[in-house]
């Protein structure tokens, strides 16, 4: 599907102008808090659509939750319900676009996922099962360990006859995306400022919201609010869960051991293009343990599950912090006022592209996506 035909589809999910008659076309501006995969797709949205974007960040981009990522890119089958499903699987979509546009560095072979006990591997089929019940789902099906090693010849299957491949998925570099999409934002004449931290609201109407950052006060029609798990202190509200933290760790460049995402018993990895293999684990990090403790567990994991794999050889050790909504699903909408937008969700990865399309439509073209109907942040208040 090209770019033109994409945006086509998108627009049928919109809802029309809410204002029909001619209007005088005056150029648009947004501050966007936060430059995290979120706030940089959106800010880079906007800026090809000509808005003057002016984005900030408390540190660095890429510095939190999106630097610290496993960077799976899935619509598979803990995504429920459908809007949220189909949102992903179009999320899949924007991003074979922006990859395009941007040469990001994402990897498209697939995932594999599989449990050792037959409990936990009826509970992943029953999981496929519901999802092929979806009007439209992403390619998944089940496979034996000799299918599955021909994908990956290094994965040790042990015998697994119920291995789960959801061929769509892909694996991406966050900081590679990030860098680029700044770069873009950049040439298209907008500012991205850090360390600049969004302190509070001065004041806020329809028309417009001011605010005081570390670095000044910057006043916009647009607003856009994509910093992650520090949204609940910015307004001082509730959406968010107590965030979740996860140990990732990226290696050196080594040898090509691992094509798709392999999602196994305890970790999962992915070997980006550069070599470098990043792990994640099922569990919540053991914050109280240090980083050579991280590293000792995760290896006997990573050893148990890679045939060929020595001892692992981190080049960054990570923590990542990871915003989750009370209820699981993306806020993403109006907040407040018109002039104030949010954009907070877990699975923040699999939907940057997509998040970045129709924000940038709904603030350009003054419509309301039916896609993000069950997403607003209104269902909570
Ligand atoms: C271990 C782990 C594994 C994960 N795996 C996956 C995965 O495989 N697939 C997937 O889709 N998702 C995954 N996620 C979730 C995903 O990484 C997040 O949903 C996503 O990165 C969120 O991006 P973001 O831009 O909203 O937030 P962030 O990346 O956290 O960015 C928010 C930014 O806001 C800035 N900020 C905060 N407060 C202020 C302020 N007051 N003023 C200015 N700036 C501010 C911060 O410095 C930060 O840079 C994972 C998360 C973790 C932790």
Not at 202 to 228: A, P, Q, R
Not at 293 to 311: A, C, L, P, Y
Request: proline share 5%.
């Amino acid at each position: 599907m090209d770019r033109r035909d994409f945006l086509k589809i998108l627009g049928l999910f919109a809802l029309s102008p809410k204002k029909i008659y001619a209007q005088k076309i005056k150029s648009k501006e947004a501050v966007i808090i936060g430059a995290g995969i979120i706030g940089c797709s959106i800010a880079y949205e906007l800026s090809k659509r000509g808005v003057k974007v002016t984005l900030i960040d408390k540190n660095s981009p890429g510095s939190a939750c999106s630097g610290s990522s496993f960077s799976w890119i899935n619509a598979t089958y803990p995504k429920k319900p459908y809007s949220y499903n189909l949102f992903s699987q179009l999320g899949i979509n924007a991003f074979h676009l922006m990859q395009r546009e941007l040469s990001l560095d994402i990897k498209w072979n697939g995932s594999l996922e599989w449990s050792t006990t037959m409990k936990d591997q009826e509970k992943l089929i029953e999981s496929v099962n519901e999802l092929q019940n979806y009007p439209k789902y992403t390619p998944t099906s089940v496979i034996d360990h000799k299918k599955a090693k021909k994908l990956e010849p290094h994965i040790n299957f042990r015998g697994n006859e119920n291995i789960i491949f959801s061929k769509a998925d892909g694996a991406m570099n966050p900081k590679n995306a990030i860098s680029k999409m700044i770069d873009v934002i950049k040439k298209n004449g907008g500012s991205v400022l850090y360390p600049c931290k969004f302190e509070k609201i001065i004041e806020s109407s329809d028309s417009f919201s001011k605010i005081k950052t570390s670095m000044g006060i910057l006043k916009s029609e647009n607003v856009i609010f994509c910093n992650g798990v520090d949204v609940n202190n910015s307004f001082n509200v509730n959406f968010l869960k107590k965030p979740r933290p996860g140990v990732i760790i990226k290696t050196e460049p080594q040898k090509n051991l691992i094509n798709s995402v392999v999602y196994g018993p305890k970790i999962h990895a992915h070997q980006q293009s550069n070599g470098q293999i990043i792990i994640g684990e099922q569990i919540t990090a053991p914050i109280k343990e240090n980083t050579k403790d991280h590293i000792k567990r995760i290896n006997k994991h990573f050893k148990s599950m890679v045939k060929s794999g020595t001892d692992l050889n981190p080049s960054e050790v990570l923590i990542g912090w990871r915003p989750i909504p009370k209820d699981d699903l993306p806020i993403i909408g109006k907040f407040k006022n018109k002039s104030i937008y949010i954009a907070v969700m877990h699975s923040g990865i699999s939907l940057a592209a997509i998040v970045g399309n129709l924000v940038s439509q709904e603030i350009v073209d003054e419509v309301d996506s039916l896609l993000l109907k069950d997403f607003r942040p209104s269902r909570f208040f």
